[in-house]
């Protein structure tokens, strides 16, 4: 079946650095929808962005990621970090195999300043 | 517009009492729906989805039971609550379609002493 993995538990960043999350997938289909999901605080999570297109950057609100088919990832950046970006991040493989997502187990990332 | 509403929004219950928890979906017609849960610090776990009324898969039990009486309504539950059923309970949606992304409701905080 799918699979997502992601960077294992806490990433913790000074503010103004550089992010970058990994995550990589496993799937049997060749058309993967891949997304980045983002879940601050007693909150819950909400669709950070999301792509299908090979080797095409997705940007929204300062974050931006490519996918990358050859190497089956689709790794979350950001050119420099803010506190209000701490919060846990998901990033989540749809395939045309199944018709529910498959989440990966998440990052915990951590700002300080 | 549509929107989703899960009650209660937060619960205390004493271990080995019943616990029904509830999700409905307002403005989408034949929503796939799914409950996760979210240990206090913990990750995302895909507990049950459903595609249609009176259908619904186990991804991960945790001695829960879910079921979807209407097609804009889902209904996690059970008859004995254990400590471990602490946590953030998290009703989502999304559309019978490839790419489409979740869209999860504010969540109900249970806490079981």
């Known amino acids: 079946g799918d699979s997502v993995t992601q960077t294992e538990g806490l990433v913790t960043l000074t503010e103004g650095l550089p992010v970058m999350l990994n995550c990589t997938y496993q799937?049997?289909?060749?058309?993967?929808?891949l997304f980045w999901y983002v879940q601050h605080l007693n909150e819950s999570p909400r669709l950070l962005l999301k792509?299908?297109?090979?080797?095409k950057r997705t940007e929204h609100q300062g974050f931006h990621a490519t996918l990358h088919k050859s190497s089956s990832s689709f790794h979350l950046q950001k050119s420099s970090a803010q506190l209000s970006d701490s919060a846990l991040y998901y990033c989540?493989?749809?395939?045309?195999?199944?018709?529910?997502?498959?989440f990966g187990k998440g990052t915990s990332l951590v700002v300080h300043p | 517009a549509q929107t989703i509403h899960q009650w209660p929004v937060a619960e205390i219950k004493a271990v080995g009492s019943p616990l029904s928890l509830g999700c409905t979906i307002k403005?989408?017609?034949?929503?796939?729906l799914y409950w996760y849960w979210q240990a206090t610090g913990g990750t995302l776990q895909q507990l049950f989805y459903?595609?249609?009324?009176?259908?619904v898969e186990s991804v991960v039990q945790l001695n829960l039971s879910a079921s979807r009486p209407k097609d804009d309504q889902f209904i996690l539950s059970t008859e004995k609550l254990l400590l471990s059923h602490s946590g953030f309970y998290l009703c989502?949606?999304?559309?019978?379609?490839?790419?489409?992304?979740?869209?999860f409701g504010p969540g109900t905080r249970l806490t079981v002493l």
């Open positions: 792509s299908f297109t090979d080797n």
């Open positions: 989502a949606w999304d559309l019978r379609d490839w790419g489409v992304e979740q869209y």
């Open positions: 403005g989408k017609s034949s929503p796939n």
């Open positions: 989540a493989l749809h395939s045309g195999g199944n018709y529910k997502p498959t």
């Open positions: 459903s595609i249609t009324v009176g259908q």
């Open positions: 799937t049997i289909y060749s058309n993967p929808f």
